[in-house]
């Protein structure tokens, strides 16, 4: 059983990128509406918003147990939990063949309803993220492609 956490310098980045956010739009609401109260609660709005992001909605751990489950934790209990062989894995969604460089989720379609979702792992360093993936079957294993003989005549 190994559980997988969030990196701290990963949420730190995330939130300064909030502050700066909020910094941004309290001065363009400032600029325009003159208002200084207008201007701090779009700010404050912005602070909450990516405070909530960062430190609860995408504070996840990811266990993959011994007995073939994934377990998605957020402060030690857990809010999903998933048998890995009932569900197709992937790091992109079901309607393209290609991830976006940003794009860090784990996609999984139900083998049962065909429902697709997918678990926001933002926060997870890229080896995590990768041995993740790699361990549920979801990335390809860069194989080298078949050579097939022509016969020439």
């Known amino acids: 059983m190994k ?3 969030g990196k701290i310098t990963t949420k730190l980045f995330w939130t300064v990128c909030g502050f700066c956010a909020a910094w941004f739009l309290y001065n363009l609401v400032g600029k325009f509406t003159h208002s200084f109260l207008l201007s701090a609660i779009v700010a404050l709005g912005i602070i909450v918003f990516f405070i909530h992001k960062i430190y609860y909605a995408d504070n ?3 266990v993959l147990t011994d007995d073939n489950q994934l377990q998605v934790k957020r402060f030690g209990k857990i809010i999903k939990s998933f ?3 009932q569900y197709y894995w992937s790091e992109y969604q079901k309607d393209t063949n290609t ?7 784990i996609y999984y379609i139900s083998k049962e309803t065909g ?3 997918y678990i926001d792992a933002t926060n997870f360093s890229g080896e995590d993220y990768d041995e993740i993936l790699n361990k549920l079957g979801a990335k390809n294993n860069n194989e080298p492609p078949v050579k097939v003989a022509t016969i020439k005549k």
């Open 3 to 5: 559980e997988y956490r």
């Open 60 to 62: 996840i751990s990811i």
């Open 83 to 85: 048998i890995i062989d």
């Open 99 to 105: 991830k976006s460089e940003d794009d860090q989720d």
């Open 115 to 117: 429902k697709e979702d």
